[in-house]
């Protein structure tokens, strides 16, 4: 069962370009959705983040939408920067008992210069 | 201000055996979580200690299981290896009411 899901494995983008990651999710009650960056031989990094009583949130070129009634979440990064070619995960914290996160299958994304 | 680090970095082990991962907190964290990441997958949650006890579990077995101490380092251990143990380990440590998670460069184990 997966709860957490980015059906896109890979996307490339030319550089300058809006990069457009999507996260889709089923669980209604996550309270926090994450975005991580992961370099290979290293671990992810953590990127940006919203809370679920959100519907945006901006930082710098990154800015993460949510929309509940669709439970889909998306990550624009512009402009982008061939710097930015990596592995994204999507995660949500499950507030159900004690914390956890749940984490997606990964986007690879490839800025091209 | 110490990152989140993970020895050793890559380990190789038979079936059968047990393995022992370490990994240090970032200062000022109190808590400390486990990821398993198979290959073209994310990482799955292991399980969450906090003031040195479980805090929390995902789907994984008995013969996977921690510790953590009064440092907030924490150790994890797999006994009985499989061959789908062969993964990167990662490890995450934050506040305890906390949403960001730090990861340390996680550990490669192969089970041969």
């Known amino acids: 069962d997966q709860q957490v899901k980015q059906n896109s494995p890979s996307l490339s983008v030319q550089e300058g370009r809006i990069s457009i990651l999507n996260c889709d999710y089923t669980n209604s009650m996550f309270d926090y959705f994450l975005w991580y960056k992961k370099y290979p031989a290293e671990g992810p990094t953590f990127l940006i983040s919203?809370?679920?009583?959100?519907d945006k949130n901006e930082d710098g070129r990154f800015t993460v939408f949510l929309n509940k009634s669709a439970k889909h979440l998306s990550l624009h990064i512009v402009p982008s920067q061939p710097g930015d070619s990596a592995v994204y995960f999507c995660a949500a914290r499950s507030p159900e008992g004690t914390y956890k996160y749940i984490f997606g299958t990964g986007t690879r994304l490839k800025v091209l210069a | 201000e110490t990152g989140v680090t993970q020895s050793p970095t890559h380990l190789i082990k038979t079936r059968g055996q047990q393995v022992t991962l370490r990994c240090s907190s970032q200062s000022g964290h109190n808590t400390v979580s486990w990821y398993q990441q198979a290959l073209g997958q994310g990482p799955q949650f292991i399980f969450q200690?906090?003031?040195?006890?479980?805090?929390g579990r995902g789907n994984f077995p008995p013969r996977f299981s921690g510790l953590q101490f009064p440092n907030y380092s924490s150790e994890l251990n797999v006994n009985a290896l499989e061959l789908d143990d062969s993964a990167l380990y990662l490890c995450?440590?934050?506040?305890?009411?906390?949403?960001?998670?730090?990861f340390g460069p996680g550990t490669r184990l192969t089970v041969t």
């Open positions: 200690y906090y003031r040195e006890e479980e805090n």
């Open positions: 919203i809370s679920s009583i959100k």
């Open positions: 995450a440590s934050s506040s305890h009411l906390g949403y960001e998670q730090y």
